[in-house]
């Protein structure tokens, strides 16, 4: 029988909306503090192409985080397996900006997913590209098949303000020669990263391929090959949500990735990828109904990868 998957996000929206959300917004990026803290918005893509919306699913949100997938991605294509001389693989059960971690490990940072990791893959990408932001961005739009996806001059400004912790962990790196690049040239495209919008539809779009053995059934285009897309999503799985990882896997039970724009994209292989927004966020940094509404999701359908 299908799934109705329509019938099961309305029925989770609607639960959810009576229920009361103890998150707080992201406010340690002053641009994103004055997003409206009660959108929700979900939006679900099959491999076959199906489409299911909810709420606010067509506005834009700060990805942050959530693009740490797509550089992971991209530098993949670009440098391949030399990327993990740079960095590793290991779930950090710590926060996502973390610095004790770091410290102790000489400048190797345990995943791409973590501010840290991010950071050197996005110096090894400078290294690589004679046009880093323009290359990511082209990427970004390439493998969404949205060619008005785009870097939000706000966000980035706010960032590159305020992330204090984001140059101590650029410094950090740097000191122990994990840096090929200067500092401010790599948080540069680092903060740029971040500042990515999409809406809903597209974010679950973007992550289609990672559903589907590494290809885009919108596109038709192979953007990795189908082990690359496991071995993507398996560092999703322990890496996506720090040092929430482990509840997300015994809660949702699928790949996916979070950013302090209070979304989260996620994929149950073979069969859909997720998007869903709602700014306020857990004490993890993750969003507090968006894991919720995920958990619905695995729990209703009765399907986990596990
Ligand atoms: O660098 C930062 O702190 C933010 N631009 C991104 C952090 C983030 O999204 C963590 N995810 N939940």
Redesign the pocket.
């Known amino acids: 029988m299908q799934t109705n998957y329509q019938q099961i996000i309305d029925d989770i929206t609607s639960e959810l909306e009576t229920l009361d959300n103890p998150g707080r917004v992201a406010s340690?990026?002053p641009e994103l503090a004055g997003v409206d803290a009660n959108k929700l918005g979900v939006h679900l893509m099959t491999v076959g192409g199906n489409r299911y919306s909810w709420g606010n699913s067509e506005e834009k949100f700060s990805i942050?985080?959530?693009s740490k997938v797509l550089s992971l991605t991209f530098a993949l294509q670009v440098m391949g397996e030399n990327l993990w001389t740079r960095v590793g693989v290991e779930p950090s059960g710590t926060a996502?900006?973390s610095l004790v971690q770091l410290e102790y490990e000489q400048g190797f940072p345990r995943n791409p997913l973590i501010?840290a990791g991010a950071i050197v893959v996005c110096d090894a990408l400078i290294t690589q590209l004679a046009n880093p932001k323009k290359d990511i961005l082209n990427f970004v739009r390439e493998i969404s098949g949205h060619k008005k996806i785009d870097y939000c001059p706000r966000v980035f400004e706010s960032?590159k303000r305020t992330?204090f912790?984001?140059y101590s962990l650029a410094n950090l790196c740097k000191g122990f020669g994990n840096l090929n690049n200067d500092v401010d040239t790599v948080l540069d495209v680092?903060?740029h990263l971040?500042s990515i919008e999409m809406t809903c539809s597209e974010l679950a779009q973007t992550f289609l391929f990672l559903a589907n053995e590494g290809k885009c059934p919108v596109t038709e285009k192979q953007v990795v090959s189908s082990q690359r897309a496991r071995r993507i999503n398996s560092i999703m799985q322990m890496c996506g949500f720090?040092d929430e990882a482990g509840e997300f896997a015994f809660r949702v039970g699928l790949p996916g990735k979070?950013?302090?724009?209070g979304g989260i994209a996620a994929v149950h292989p073979g069969k859909y990828s997720i998007a869903v927004w709602s700014p306020k966020?857990n004490e993890k940094?993750?969003s507090y109904q968006g894991i919720k509404v995920l958990e619905a999701v695995t729990t209703r359908t009765q399907s986990s990868i596990f």
């Open positions: 340690y990026i942050q985080s959530v996502f900006n501010n960032e992330g912790k984001n680092y903060f971040c720090y979070s950013g302090v724009g966020l940094g993750n």
